[in-house]
């Protein structure tokens, strides 16, 4: 496993990390103890870095989370969670600043810590951007000067919403998904603003969020039909040829060092053993080169998320 600084931050992340998203049975049903267990497999072979929210499963994947945290060192993790969405719906965000304050609280109580190293506004494109910068990143600063969080962030899929935000004030890291992936590398023309401001930059979702395994993603995925044809191609291409698709999305994604971390997914510790080796092993350029051919077609193509004023065509394709 290799580790690389996070922006500013005192923290040297593993470049895999852990999304637990999947112990709130977000793709499908899970075994509790298998997620625990996934969760410690993932420490053991090196991964440092955990992130987590309240909306995933509604409370349950922070819940899960705290059982396997409990007995773990507070210094053998960095952790973060996030606040303001609670739900799949527009009227399911608030960005107030009473309800992030006591979102925190609410957090650290299911996940059984005194701390969070990142405390992240998830999914601002869901919000007034004006909010987020004078309501909520101020409530979150003083949540750190509480001793209750150390950096504060923000996630979301339109990479517009980071540079609105950057641009009008400081913040510590952000989090994007399905940005930096085989099939989608967008995030790539961000890169400079978010190196120039000393901003942590954490990718997610390195397999978009299941469009590049062999398994089919959960209905609720919100790729356009084209998307997921060509990624449904390029998996029945690396099958053909006795390869899985899932290594060399992983180790694409983890091989750019601009990007400090990846979080993968999973419930499973057969998985996360298997993302963990691949981390160490070589890229295969031949497939990795075939693999990008057939995905050329739909390549940096997204959907829309949030509110339309947050979305763009100025940074995507
Ligand atoms: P992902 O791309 O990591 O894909 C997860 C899916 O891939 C799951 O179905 C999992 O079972 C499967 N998978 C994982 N390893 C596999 C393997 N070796 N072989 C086959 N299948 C495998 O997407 P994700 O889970 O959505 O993203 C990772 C994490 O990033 C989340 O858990 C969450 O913590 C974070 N995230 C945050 C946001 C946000 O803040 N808005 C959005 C997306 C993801």
Redesign the pocket.
């Known amino acids: 496993m290799h580790y690389r600084q996070l922006g500013q931050t005192d923290m040297q992340v593993s470049c895999l990390s852990?999304?637990?998203?999947?112990l709130g049975s977000?793709?499908?049903s899970v075994n509790e103890d298998a997620g625990i267990r996934t969760v410690h497999v993932a420490l053991d072979l090196g991964v440092n870095f955990i992130?987590?929210?309240p909306y995933?499963g509604l409370t349950k994947a922070e819940t899960v989370l705290g059982k396997a945290l409990q007995g773990v060192p507070r210094t053998r993790y960095f952790l973060a969670t996030?606040v303001g969405r609670y739900g799949p719906n527009m009227g399911d965000f608030d960005f107030s600043a009473a309800r992030v304050t006591r979102s925190v609280d609410e957090s650290l109580a299911r996940l059984g810590v005194s701390y969070v190293d990142i405390i992240?506004c998830?999914?601002i494109e869901f919000a007034d951007l004006h909010q987020i910068i004078h309501e909520t990143i101020p409530a979150l600063r003083k949540v750190v000067q509480a001793g209750k969080a150390r950096y504060v962030g923000i996630?979301?899929?339109p990479l517009k919403v980071f540079s609105d935000v950057i641009e009008k004030t400081a913040i510590d890291t952000i989090?994007s998904?399905?940005r930096y992936?085989l099939n989608d590398t967008a995030l790539e023309r961000l890169l400079p603003l978010l190196e120039a401001r000393h901003v942590g930059i954490i990718s997610?979702?390195?397999?978009?969020?299941?469009l590049?395994?062999?398994?089919e993603?959960?209905a609720w995925h919100p790729a356009t039909p084209d998307i997921r044809a060509a990624c449904g191609k390029a998996a029945a291409f690396c099958r053909g040829n006795g390869k899985?698709i899932?290594?060399i999305a992983?180790q694409f994604a983890l091989a750019n060092p601009r990007i400090a971390t990846t979080?993968?997914?999973?419930?499973?510790p057969e998985?996360?053993t298997?993302?963990c080796k691949?981390a160490d092993e070589p890229l295969d350029q031949q497939l990795l080169a075939d693999v990008q051919k057939i995905l050329a077609p739909i390549l940096n193509q997204t959907w829309p998320s949030g509110r339309p004023e947050n979305n763009e065509s100025a940074i995507t394709a």
Not at 212 to 215: E, I, K, S, T, W
Not at 263 to 268: E, Y
């Open positions: 852990y999304g637990a998203s999947p977000v793709f499908r992130d987590v929210s995933y996030k992240q998830h999914d996630t979301g899929l989090l998904y399905c992936s997610a979702s390195p397999l978009s969020m299941g590049l395994a062999d398994r993603p959960p899985d899932a290594k992983l979080l993968v997914g999973t419930a499973n998985n996360i298997n993302n691949w």
